[in-house]
């Protein structure tokens, strides 16, 4: 089940009013944490963060192509909904695999016990989600994208629910859950120290923060040839798999663009979050960065590689 408009109010952890589909009418999630806003509030937002940047690429020729690095909420939404069919065929392809590995990984994390709650943000099609249910946990699979979504529930999981929801502006209650996760999706919010915040908000306390992100890898010369290869070779295997190859240079950008992990790890803490440790993967093309609420026991200062 999609949900399309979540609790306004903080009095509970579901979603309530189902998504209206097949007409005009349909509405987007809330924001988030593919594209920092959403409704009425985040269309508000998203033209703040526009007012004076580089006019957006948009549609063309009848689909998204890319959006941009101000991250504007519509086209960053529309972006991923035009990549939803194929979305994890392309991760599959570009990270020759890994991708699967980097899923393990973080499930390994998040450690959802039976009965634990989960939030996955940035969800995408529940991919990751369902991997959290493995030892009887349930999670709430949230995205801003309706299209990644509808793709995700084609594929129903029996302790998944799909929700269309905000990173910026979580609808849920405080001290919902038993851990937060978002992979490779904090890139992509407009405020990424206000979406950590309302991570921390939605968490108990002791509870796990696990976020898997692009990373850069040791020493600036390999870092840089990096780049100029992610800038090369993203749109290109794209462009032959999905015929859009835009929206991949938008992804190799906003990779460059990205802060190095022991940056991330102090804007984590500062954000309120305890023992952050972070593990690099791949290199350092992918990191995975661990922390907890304070108030259950592990949640003393942190900031160091393990």
Same mark, same amino acid.
């Given at each position: 089940?999609?949900? &399309? ?17 097949? %007409? +005009? ?26 007012? +004076?940047? @580089?006019?957006?690429? +948009?549609? #063309? ?12 909420? &519509? ?11 194929? *979305? ?39 991919? %990751?989600?369902?991997?959290?249910? &493995? ?24 302790? $998944? ?18 851990? $937060? ?16 915040? /309302? ?13 898997? /992100?692009?990373? #850069?890898? @040791? ?17 290109? $295997?794209?462009?032959?798999?999905? &015929?859009? +190859? /835009?929206? *991949?240079?938008?992804?190799? /950008? ?21 023992? $952050? ?16 609420? @304070? ?12």
């Amino acid at each position: 089940m999609i949900v &399309g408009k979540l609790l306004s109010s903080r009095n509970s952890v579901g979603p309530t009013t189902p998504l209206r589909t097949g %007409s +005009g009418r349909q509405r987007r999630g809330a924001g988030g944490q593919r594209q920092g806003g959403g409704g009425a509030r985040g269309q508000r937002r998203g033209r703040r963060v526009a007012r +004076g940047g @580089p006019r957006s690429a +948009g549609w #063309h020729d009848g689909r998204m192509t890319r959006a941009r690095l101000d991250k504007r909420p &519509g086209d960053v939404a529309a972006m991923f909904d035009g990549l939803a069919d194929r *979305y994890d065929l392309l991760n599959d392809v570009l990270s020759m695999g890994q991708d699967r590995h980097w899923r393990r990984v973080v499930a390994a994390a998040v450690a959802a016990a039976p009965g634990e709650l989960v939030l996955d943000l940035a969800a995408g099609t529940g991919t %990751s989600s369902r991997a959290f249910t &493995g030892a009887g946990a349930r999670c709430v699979a949230c995205d801003f994208s309706l299209g990644m979504l509808q793709a995700g529930a084609r594929k129903p999981a029996a302790r $998944v629910r799909f929700a269309a929801g905000d990173a910026l502006a979580l609808p849920f209650k405080d001290l919902a859950f038993d851990a $937060v996760t978002i992979s490779f999706g904090l890139r992509n919010v407009v405020d990424p120290d206000a979406a950590l915040a /309302e991570m921390l908000r939605v968490t108990r306390p002791g509870g796990r923060l696990v976020i898997c /992100e692009f990373g #850069h890898l @040791p020493g600036r010369r390999l870092d840089a040839v990096y780049a100029r290869y992610l800038a090369a070779a993203l749109p290109m $295997v794209a462009r032959r798999l999905s &015929g859009n +190859g /835009e929206a *991949y240079s938008y992804l190799a /950008e906003s990779i460059a663009a990205w802060p190095a992990q022991p940056e991330l790890a102090r804007r984590i803490a500062a954000a309120g979050w305890g023992a $952050v440790r972070w593990r690099n993967l791949t290199m350092g093309v992918v990191a995975v960065h661990q922390a907890r609420r @304070p108030g259950g026991g592990d949640s003393g200062p942190g900031g160091r590689a393990v």
